[in-house]
């Protein structure tokens, strides 16, 4: 069995959490067999405290790169303090950390000089975070007596357009040359222990996938060589009916299909990437969401055919956060053709990613979602290109959520969005702006963030969703 291993950052932010990754994989590899490829996120919080460095510096504020890099330092080596017993393999470790530090110290010195981080560089410097856990999950399994090769995802031949931020891999390249990559390490029984999150564009410059990348560096590589299967080893027993951080009787589903599954992460669960189950689908690899502490549940199967266990008709709630919406409205927006197109075209112009639109029934006004960080951007480019022509105002709620209820069973079951709406209003909750799409998987909604909440468990007491399946055969 072939099966591509992925740890997110809680799986490996402590000493005894990258001791049980190692175990897991070693375990697997030398009782079943296994051939197994390892994808590494960054240590939880890296990736965060990268792109808080990055805010800070766009806006000139006073921040200490040495400071920084200390911080940084004192994480991952006290992640590998008692957890790589070898001195040798203690020491090695402990250099590789300070090289690749010392090349970050480098990039950071330009950027701080500059004072401008552009989208280029900004993944040049996140991608940090995934070279620095990797290489500890390397020195963790040679410590166990494994043979391992790390490789950053470009090393490894992840090959994507130079979207920066959220670049997509050219598959034809992408999977010769990850096969070709792979094959020859699997073949002497090594360990391949790749960055998540990276890739490279044609001209050799750094790219990131987005955020949760990993989660898609994994099925990329999955897809890539063939796997039998990929397993997301994450901090949570599956992809459950809500997230249990929110819902704390969410329950988890033991199987789903890729279809609902895909629709879950475009609307935030399990802080999946939207794409990351594209590369899989078409070849039918199942994907395992499993928990790095209770390696005995089988977590969640998403494969193209899941056993029909759940009759329900919502299979989970899930909310994106961090999120704004804008409204641009004006008279002159009514009747005439094109306007939204002017409008969709100047953000996507800067590479603005729209989450939902609705407009009017009057045409004279249309409301968006975007991601939070987009957010003053995108009211910049509006203002400057269309303001006082096609367009008469532009309104700003910075702080709204998507909330999404999802289920196959929907489609064509009457009722449920006045059981939805109804659910949040007896919770007193305003609901800002609606969208079903046309798959009738899901119906959204947004709404106030300090709402996000109550919305979501109003609605997973309305379906139901806290109370477990009855087991197959039961
Ligand atoms: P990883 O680093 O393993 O990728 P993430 O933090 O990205 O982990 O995602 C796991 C988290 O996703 C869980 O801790 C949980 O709080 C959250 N989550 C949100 N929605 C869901 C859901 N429907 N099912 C499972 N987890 C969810
Ligand atoms: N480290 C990246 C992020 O925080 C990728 C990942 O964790 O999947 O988004
Ligand atoms: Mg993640």
Redesign the pocket.
Known sequence: MRVVMKF??TGVDSCQNLINVSELVTNYKRDNGYEIVVVV?AVRGVTDSLLNLTDSINKHENVSIQDFLVNLRRIHIKIIEDCIHSKKLHDLAEEKITDILGELKEVLGGIVILRDVTPKSLDYLLSFGERLSASLVSFALQDKGESTECLTGKEVGIVTDSNFGTAKPLMDTTRLRVRHRIERLLETKKIPVITGFIGSDQNDNVTTLGR?G??YTATIIAASINADETWLW?DVDGLMTADPKIANDAQVLKEISFSEAMEMALFGA????PRALEPVIEIGIPVRIRNTMNPSNLGTMISQNPSDRSKKIVKSVSAIRQTGLIDVGGTAMANAPGTAAKIFDVLAKKDINIIMISQSPSESSISMVLRKNDIEKAVSILELSLLGRVIRKVEVNSNVSVIAVVGSGMRGIQGVAARVFSAVARENVNVIMIAQGSSQLNLAFVVSDNDCETAVRALHREFDLGKPEPDCDA
Do not use: E, F, I, N
């Open positions: 997110g950052g996120s949760g990993s989660d994450t399990k802080y999946m990437h």
